[in-house]
C-alpha cells in the first residue's frame, strides 16, 4: 500500500537490498518507534517534506501507512526525466498522485503543487485533485504543467489545461493565500472572480497563458501583496488598485506593447520589469517605462533590456530618493560607447540611498577563429576603459555592495568591473556569481573566475572583500 504513495521521478524506490522482514522482525532491532502513539508519529511526519515522509515507510511497521494522515505541504513535483518516455510516465504519475490524495486522511492542506507535463486531456483528475484540495481548505495551490520539450510549448498552447468557473466560484476557496498558474489556460473573469471570492489570498502568479488579455486587480479591501504577470502573449492591459501590494513582476516578449496602471499602491516597493520599452503604453501617453513607476517610494527596482540604449531612454529621467537596491539586465556588446556606458551609471549618481547594484551580463566575447580563447586585445582595452570611466565617476558613487552575474571576462564586462571599482570609493563587497542555466559555457565561466580573482586583487582598494562564486 505503501508503495502505491511514491511517485516517480519524485523519490527513490525503496532499495532491493533492505529487507523489511529484517527491519521489522529482527530481534537484534527493537522497533522502538512502534512504541511512540499515533498523534506524535504524524506530528513528526508533518515537520518533513512529503518525499522524506514518503521514504519512512520502512521504518516501522505503523509508519507504513502513516502517510496517509500527511497533513502539510503535498509537492508533487515530478518533471519528466525522458520525453521518449513521456506518456508512460504520465501514467504513472497522475496514478500516484490519485492515490495518495484519495487516501488522504487530513482535513486540511497546508499547499497542494502538482508541477508535471499533463494537459487538458487529464482534466478530469487535475479537477479531482483541486476538488479534493478546496474541500480541505488549501492555503497554497499551484499548477505547473510545463511541457518536457522546450521547443513544444507554442505547439502546445491549445492543448493546455482550462482553469475552469467551478473553482473560482467556490465558497471553500476563501481559505487560499496563494495562486500560481504556470501553462493553464486562464480568463482574466476568472482571476477577478478568485480576488473576489479569496479575502485572504496574498500572492497571485500566472505564467504562460496565453489566452490572457487583460487583469484587472482592484479592491479596496485586497489583502494582495504580491503580483506577478510572466510571458502571457496575448495581453494588453494590467489595471491595479490594490492598497497592500508590496512586489509587482511583469516579464514579457520585446514585441508586445502593454498597457500598464498602477493607480492605488501605496505599500509598493519592490518592482521587477522585462517587455516592450519604446511602445510600453502607459496612463499619461507616454512612451516610457517611468509613467507607471512610484519611484519616490520604490527600495528595489529589476530592469531588462536588450541593448543599454533602450534603458537610458526610461530611466534617465527618474528620481529613486529611496531605492536601495537596483538591477540592470542587459545584453552589452563590445566595443561599446564610452557615453552610453557611462549614461547607464549617470541614474545611479543621484541614487544617495543605494546600497548595491547588480548587472546580468550577456557580454559578448570577441573570439580566435578556432573559437575558443578571447583575444587578449579586447579584454586589455576592457581594463584601460574601465579604469578611464571609473575616474571620471569616481568618488561620485555611493555603493557599498556589486554583484555581476555571468562573467566570462569579456572586454565588456571587465569594462563594468573595473569602472564600478573606481567609481564607488565606498566599495567594500564585489560578488562575481554565475548565471542560472550556463552550465553549456563552463569552461567560459571557468576561465573569467579565475580571471575575476587575478584582476582584483591587482585592483583592490583598501579595505574591500571580494567573493567569487
Known sequence: MAGNMVLPSTIERIPKKICRKHLYNSK???????????????????????????????????????????????????????????????????????????????????????????????????????????????????????????????????????????????????????????????????????????PLLETLNVAHSNQLTHINVCGPSLRLKHLHISFCNCIKSIEVHAPNLVSFEYRGEENIAVHINLKHVPQLCDVSYAGQWEQCVVTRAAKRLPSFLPTSQLVNLRLQSPSIKRLLISIQPLEFPNLRYLTYEVRIRWPQSPSEFIGLLMPVLNMHVLHKLKFEVEAEMLMEEDGRRPIIKARSSGIINGRAFGDQLAKRLMLREVEIVGFVGAAADTCILLCLIYAARDLDTVVINRRDGDECKMEELEEGRRFALELLSQERPEGAKYVVL
Not at 65 to 76: A, E, K, T, V
Not at 133 to 162: G, I, Q
Open 28 to 198: 537484534e532491532h527493537d522497533d522502538r518507534l512502534s512504541e511512540l502513539s499515533e498523534d506524535l508519529l504524524v506530528r513528526i511526519l508533518c515537520l518533513l517534506p512529503l518525499k522524506e515522509a514518503l521514504r519512512t515507510c520502512v521504518l516501522s511497521r505503523r509508519w507504513r501507512y502513516l502517510c496517509r494522515f500527511f497533513s502539510g505541504s503535498l509537492n508533487f513535483d515530478a518533471s519528466p526525466t525522458d520525453p521518449k518516455k513521456l506518456l508512460k510516465e504520465r501514467e504513472g504519475y497522475v496514478g500516484s498522485v490519485t492515490r495518495f490524495l484519495n487516501s488522504h486522511k487530513p482535513e486540511t492542506i497546508d499547499e497542494l503543487r502538482v508541477c508535471f507535463d499533463l494537459t487538458q486531456q487529464h482534466r478530469r483528475f487535475i479537477n479531482q485533485w483541486i476538488d479534493i484540495a478546496v474541500m480541505k481548505k488549501v492555503k497554497r495551490l499551484e499548477l505547473d504543467f510545463e511541457p518536457c520539450r522546450l521547443n513544444n510549448r507554442r505547439h502546445r498552447d491549445s492543448e493546455n489545461y482550462l482553469f475552469g468557473w467551478k473553482f473560482s466560484s467556490s465558497s471553500e476557496i476563501r481559505f487560499l493565500t496563494g495562486l500560481c498558474l504556470k501553462h493553464v489556460v486562464v480568463s482574466g473573469q476568472i482571476l477577478e472572480s478568485f480576488l473576489s471570492n479569496c
